[in-house]
């Protein structure tokens, strides 16, 4: 294990390599361990260094050319009960946290895995800093709690990809392998135990890994187009995943295979513009992520746009309207406000900081217009604007009236939103923008009891086979729980950790 992301490093190991054993046959790879980890993102790397450091020889396959997966683009762990909370004087009772994240989730949430993930996520902050892992706790935005821990930078990488490449290093001196671009495909299953996994590397050549334990953590399915028409209530034609990391549920898919249960599907969704000319988490990605008027494919205003500052409940509402998409309307004295005056209302995480100049917003809308991207056009007059919107110009006027006079009155008589977050639309030039939900990971997968042990049909363990991270189910109810911030990377660091070490323990 490397402590930089590089290419995969795929050979035949020599026997004398203490921990392992390895036989080739023709192109066949056959290699022997105690535990064998399937993805090395945030919850496999977690798992693989817990289980070394409980003295279990450790091989990890990862799919990719590198490390980390959606884990190098995240930021900060939820956690409750830790001394950044202690130093910045916040007194949060788990007990009392639990019971919200319970009640967001209307008690679709196994209740007993919740109640873990929430009591030993301090444990996992404690974990992760012996490890050399640093954090700092900060909020997400003005309405969440003090419960997100920043991961602080390693060498010179930041956030997530900070945490990643310290779990490479302290893997790498623990004896912990890493195969990269050799994505696990099956699992073995004899005699009722799950005894290794298949795959196959970047020549094409099958890889057979024999282990007394398997820990699944491929991340999830956010990109499989199939499983999200499948398994959730979402159109996979319509709701794509925002990061391309070959998410398509193998670990998920392999498991089923051999008769684990599932539950809890369901989606990440942010809301987000694409097309030509359109960055992610460039400046016209993030005008989406502020309060101004947003109107559905009909020219009608649809939500209290301060759900901006709950990205989840934002693209929830977009979702729901015809179509899944929605227009964010605007005016020059708005446009001026984010890219010269105050920055953005609301950021997206530390990567955007709150009060951003989107100094890039006007270079990327000339660069989408002439690359002839449809969701994103300014004109002069409303009217003109309407047109380019596909929308009835006297709808959307109608609106606008509506909502410059809430601004006027002092009162939003439709979603009685505070009216200080009112933009008025008065002042040409015009902008609208398409907003799309986009799901940045998937929610639910495999059902697990508290040893991160899979399950069967019957609640039953399938012997040899952990699932950890975005690929276990029932910890979420429709909607991710944003406000514990963080929530999924600290589950994928709490399940990685506690996988791990069960599964070294039970060599014992």
């Not at 919850?43 to 884990?71: D, F, H, P, R, Y």
């Not at 988490?281 to 209290?304: E, H, S």
């Not at 601004?407 to 639309?425: A, G, R, T, Y």
């Not at 406000?483 to 994928?492: D, L, N, T, V």
Request: charged residues 25%.
């Amino acid at each position: 294990m490397q402590s930089v992301l590089k290419k995969g490093i795929l050979t035949i190991i020599s026997v004398s390599l203490m921990f392992f054993a390895a036989v080739g046959y023709a192109k066949d790879r056959v290699y022997r361990t105690d535990v064998v980890v399937v993805g090395a993102g945030g919850s496999g790397l977690a798992a693989a260094v817990s289980a070394a450091q409980n003295g279990a020889k450790v091989i990890v396959l990862e799919k990719m050319a590198i490390a980390g997966g959606s884990t190098n683009y995240a930021e900060g762990l939820f956690a409750i009960g830790t001394k950044q909370l202690r130093n910045d004087g916040f007194d949060i009772s788990k007990s009392e946290f639990y019971k919200q994240i319970m009640e967001y989730g209307h008690f679709r949430t196994d209740a007993r895995l919740l109640r873990q993930f929430v009591e030993e996520s301090d444990t996992t902050i404690e974990w992760l800093e012996s490890l050399g892992v640093g954090f700092d706790a900060v909020k997400m935005s003005y309405a969440d709690s003090p419960v997100w821990h920043l991961v602080l930078d390693y060498k010179e990488f930041h956030h997530g990809a900070a945490l990643v490449n310290r779990l490479l290093d302290v893997g790498d001196e623990l004896g912990v392998k890493v195969m990269y671009e050799t994505p696990g495909t099956s699992l073995i299953y004899k005699n009722g135990a799950v005894q290794g996994v298949e795959g196959v590397d970047a020549k094409g050549n099958k890889v057979i890994v024999k282990a007394k334990s398997v820990i699944i953590a491929t991340g999830g399915f956010p990109n499989s187009k199939a499983m999200i028409d499948k398994y959730t209530r979402f159109d996979g034609d319509k709701i794509i995943g925002t990061l391309p990391l070959q998410k398509n549920g193998d670990g998920i898919n392999m498991s089923m295979k051999v008769g684990a249960a599932t539950e809890g599907w369901g989606l990440m969704l942010h809301q987000a513009t694409r097309g030509p000319g359109v960055k992610p988490f460039g400046d016209l990605f993030t005008m989406v992520w502020q309060p101004a008027l947003w109107v559905n494919k009909f020219g009608k205003r649809f939500v209290d746009e301060t759900a901006v500052f709950s990205f989840v409940h934002a693209a929830n509402s977009v979702e729901h309207q015809p179509g899944s998409f929605a227009w964010e309307v605007f005016d020059q004295e708005t446009f001026d406000k984010y890219t010269k005056v105050d920055g953005i209302e609301a950021g997206i995480g530390v990567i955007i900081p709150i009060g951003t100049k989107l100094t890039n917003l006007e270079a990327e809308f000339a660069k989408s217009e002439k690359d002839g991207n449809p969701n994103a056009v300014r004109a002069n007059t409303i009217e003109e604007l309407a047109k380019k919107m596909k929308v009835d110009p006297k709808i959307l006027k109608k609106t606008i009236k509506n909502y410059n006079g809430y601004k006027e009155n002092n009162l939003d008589k439709e979603f009685w939103m505070d009216p200080k977050w009112i933009m008025p639309v008065k002042k040409s030039t015009y902008y609208a923008i398409k907003i799309f939900p986009q799901a940045y990971v998937s929610l639910g997968g495999v059902k697990i009891n508290e040893r991160m042990q899979a399950l069967d049909q019957n609640d039953n363990v399938i012997k040899g086979l952990y699932t950890v991270g975005c690929d276990v189910g029932g910890l979420y109810g429709d909607t991710y729980t944003l406000f514990a911030s963080g929530s999924a990377f600290g589950i994928a660091q709490t399940s990685g950790r506690l996988a791990g070490a069960d599964a070294a323990k039970s060599l014992k």
